[in-house]
C-alpha cells in the first residue's frame, strides 16, 4: 500500500510563498501525483498534476504561474511551491497517487490513495 504524509503547512500573510512536501512510502515509480485543496464546505479541487515517470506537469487555470509541483532526485518527495499567496488559497492541501488515469487527472475519483492533509491559511 502507498502511504503519503503531507507537511509544511503554516499561517503566511497574503503575498507571500511556501512550500508543502509530500513524503512517499516508497520510490513513486511511474505513478501519477497530484496536490489537491479542500476548504471548509467546499468540494476537493485538483491543482497540480506530476507523471512521475517522466516529471510531466499539468497545472489548473487557477494556479498557473503561482504554484509549481515538483519531485526529488529519488522520487521519494513530492513538493509543491506556492507563491503570491492569496487569501482564497486557506484550506487543507492533500497530496495524492494514481497508478493509471481516465478523462482527467484533476478528478478526484482516480486517486485510491491519499495524504492527511496540511492546513495552510493565507492572512490579509
Known amino acids: 500500500q502507498v502511504q503519503l504524509v503531507e507537511s509544511g503547512g503554516t499561517s503566511v500573510q497574503a503575498g507571500g510563498s511556501l512550500r508543502l512536501s509530500c513524503a512517499v512510502s516508497?520510490?513513486?515509480?511511474?505513478?501519477?501525483m497530484a496536490w489537491f485543496r479542500q476548504a471548509p464546505g467546499k468540494d476537493r479541487e485538483g491543482l497540480a498534476i506530476l507523471y512521475s515517470k517522466t516529471a510531466m506537469t499539468t497545472y489548473h487555470d487557477s494556479v498557473k504561474g503561482r504554484f509549481t509541483i515538483s519531485q526529488d532526485d529519488a522520487k521519494i518527495t513530492l513538493f509543491l511551491q506556492m507563491t503570491d499567496l492569496k487569501p482564497e488559497d486557506t484550506a487543507v492541501y492533500y497530496c495524492?497517487?494514481?497508478?493509471?488515469?481516465?478523462?482527467?487527472?484533476?478528478?478526484?475519483?482516480?486517486?485510491?490513495?491519499w495524504g492527511q492533509g496540511t492546513q495552510v491559511t493565507v492572512s490579509s
Open positions: 516508497n520510490n513513486i515509480g511511474d505513478f501519477y
Open positions: 495524492a497517487a494514481a497508478p493509471q488515469i481516465r478523462f482527467s487527472p484533476f478528478l478526484a475519483g482516480n486517486y485510491p490513495f
